[in-house]
Each structure stands twice: as structure tokens, then as C-alpha cells.
């Protein structure tokens, strides 16, 4: 596919930033002509192309006061291809300063996670008389990965050379073991509320699906994922109800798992409507 646009102004600023994010999966960019930027390889066929992940920002300067903007971009390895975002264009001081404040709050975030992950993990070592803070850890550090992955590509300052099909791998990989380890914390909480027979159904189900992830070409795990979602949305509708009859019965810690669990369930709902806007 191309995608082309003219941008007309008579007040450009000496250098023109663009900050593209994700185009799937592989794109070259060109402005007036020049090649500026590009991800991957394009190709006509799949054994063409190359794919790839990765955030660039552009630096140009205008000769005239015109821009003509041209995208190329091919796909074959993903359910969906093309442009999943938009192209924010600017000053440099501007585009420059939200980038890298976008970028140091993902790093926070992120790295906030993974600590008190350890954290967890650390004191689950030390005393063992439940599991709840071992798979609490666990929890907290694939959020904590997949913040890296999906928050502008943050881990792309970190480790460059990531190969793409194990960056998708490890995206999905998150969503679909965080959601069983999350229930097996809830259930390890309120065991008295949960229903076995649910917990061993949502445990197969992320199980299949982690084995599709794993063995299964990209374009496949890919596409099947919003049958995953339709299923993974009767799981979070019971969970839900655990925790209204942990609250009602007076479980000791039901109210801050509930205010946890609405944070958690509102990140998870936000981010199966964007993966849903491009898979």
C-alpha cells in the first residue's frame, strides 16, 4: 500500500519533525522525493520482505513550501498491515520534548513494575505460606514488559536488535499469561468465592492460546486473538463477581483488590479496544 499526502505552509520552521510510530510491518518513508526513513523491508512477496517494529523520528528541512509525503508500506506477516497510528508533525523543540517525555514516563512506569515484581517474588522466597505474592510478582512484571513493548517501543532504546517476530511473540505472550496468573492471584485470595471448574476453564483456555502464541505463525496468533478476548470477557465478568462476594462477605484486603482490580480491568479493557482497532 502507499499512503501520500501534500502538506502546504508558508511558515515551516527550520526543521520539520515527523514521529512516526507503528506501520505494519514494514514501510519506507520519503519526503519530496528523499528517502528519510524506514523499518524493515518492503517487499511485493513475503519472501521479499523483512519485517519490523520501531518508533523514528524524522528531521527535515524545507527547501520550499511545499511537503510531499510519501509512506510504502507491505505486509505479510501480520493479521493486519498498515498505518495503525497517527503521524505527529512539528516544531522539533515540541515533537523532540513529547517524545522524550512520553518515553521517561513508560521508562517509569515500566521499571516501577518490574520492582515491585521482584519485590514480591523476593518476599514470596523469604515466607511461603501463601502464593498470592508470587504470582502477584509475576503479574506485575509482564505489565511491566509489555509497558516496555507497546509504550512507544520503549525497549527499542535498550535492546535494538530485537528480531520482530519475537517482539510480537513476547507482546501477545504478556496479555495471554497475565490474565491466568492474575485469576490464580484472585483465586489464591478469595479461594472460598471461586469456582474450580472456572479456574481450570480459564487456565485452559489461556494455556491453548499461550501453545497457538508459541508454535503458530504470526499472522495466525494474530488474527485469532479477538476470539481469545470474546472468550477472556465472561472470565472478567466472573472475576468481577469474586470480588463483589469477597467485599460482601468481608474478606480481609476485598476492597483494595477491588480498587486494584477496576485500575487493571480499565487497562485491560483500553488496550483489548486498541489492539481490537488493528488486529
Known sequence: ATYRTKIISDNFPTIVIFEVNVLSTAYVMYINGNEVASVGRIGKTKDEMIAGYRPHIVSYTPETNELDVVIQVSNFYHSKGGMWSHISIGAESRIKSDHNFSIALFLIVAGSLIVIGLYHLAMYSINRYTHSPFFLGILSILLGIRTLITGNMTIYYFVSGIPWEILVRAEYLTVVIGMPVFVLYQYNRFRKHFDKAILYAILGVGGLYTIIILFTSA???????????????????????????????????????MVAYIILMIAFINDAIDRKSVV
Open 219 to 257: 499472522y495466525f496468533f494474530t488474527s485469532v486473538l479477538n476470539y481469545y478476548l470474546f472468550i477472556t470477557a465472561f472470565f472478567v465478568v466472573y472475576t468481577f463477581i469474586v470480588s463483589i462476594r469477597a467485599i460482601i462477605y468481608r474478606d480481609q484486603g476485598a476492597w483494595g483488590f
